[in-house]
Antibody, heavy 119, light 107 residues
Framework: DVQLVESGGGMVQPGGSLRLSCAASEFIFSSHWMSWVRQAPGKGLEWVANIRRDGRETYYGDPVKGRFTISRDNAENSLYLQMNSLRAEDTAVYYC????????????WGLGTLVTVSS | DIQMTQSPSSLSASVGDRVTITCRASQDISIHLAWFQQRPGKAPKSLIYTGSSVRSGVPTRFSGTGYGTDFTLIISSLQPEDFATYYCQQHGTYPYTFGQGTKVEIK
């Protein structure tokens, strides 16, 4: 079965940085676009970023553009999210998600990692 | 950005009921609409993509219809494990956007 395991979450002060990781297994990682999606406590889902199979094309939601960077290492089967200039409104569970082979939308999700931005 | 509006925001239903959830896009998204189920404290699960294509392993009681701006998720006979929150999402244009969710509760 497809496995996506996020790590790197925790508590950080406003203005700080954090790097999330997602370890992928049981599928050919380099064949799929990948994504980060977040969910603030008690709220709905919000798309954060997408990255192409080879890592050369990326897309971001407006709230994180210029502050977050999505990247990947296909040799290590890993997805990353570098988060800088963090704000209280970035507090959320961050999910790593795989996009299906046809490039439509998310088909598998990790369990998520919680990021809390607070002083 | 494309706005996705779900209705109702919540509903109460009994086991065996037929449940219908609608999702409206603020502009034409063709068939690029997905549905996800999220049980409390769990990660979302993909149910349907491109409007009506059911993911492998998803029970046949789940179906999706629609095109353009109006879409529907149907649960033909509600089961105990279906009590959850359901989200629609457009996947045709960046930024991807989700509906606000529909919580299905036990009557």
């Amino acid at each position: 079965d497809v496995q996506l395991v996020e790590s790197g979450g925790g508590m950080v002060q406003p203005g700080g940085s954090l790097r999330l990781s997602c370890a992928a297994s049981e599928f050919i990682f380099s064949s799929h676009w990948m994504s980060w999606v977040r969910q603030a406590p008690g709220k709905g889902l919000e798309w954060v970023a997408n990255i192409r199979r080879d890592g050369r094309e990326t897309y971001y939601g407006d709230p994180v553009k210029g502050r977050f960077t999505i990247s990947r290492d296909n040799a290590e089967n890993s997805l990353y999210l570098q988060m800088n200039s963090l704000r209280a409104e970035d507090t959320a569970v961050y999910y790593c998600a795989r996009i299906d082979i046809w490039g439509h939308t998310f088909d598998y999700w990790g369990l998520g990692t919680l990021v809390t931005v607070s002083s | 950005d494309i706005q996705m509006t779900q209705s109702p925001s919540s509903l109460s239903a009994s086991v065996g009921d037929r449940v219908t959830i609608t999702c409206r896009a603020s502009q034409d998204i063709s068939i690029h609409l997905a549905w996800f189920q999220q049980r409390p404290g769990k990660a979302p699960k993909s149910l349907i993509y491109t409007g009506s294509s059911v993911r492998s392993g998803v029970p046949t009681r789940f179906s999706g219809t629609g095109y353009g701006t109006d879409f529907t998720l149907i649960i033909s006979s509600l089961q105990p494990e279906d009590f959850a929150t359901y989200y629609c999402q457009q996947h045709g244009t960046y930024p991807y956007t989700f509906g606000q969710g529909t919580k299905v509760e036990i009557k």
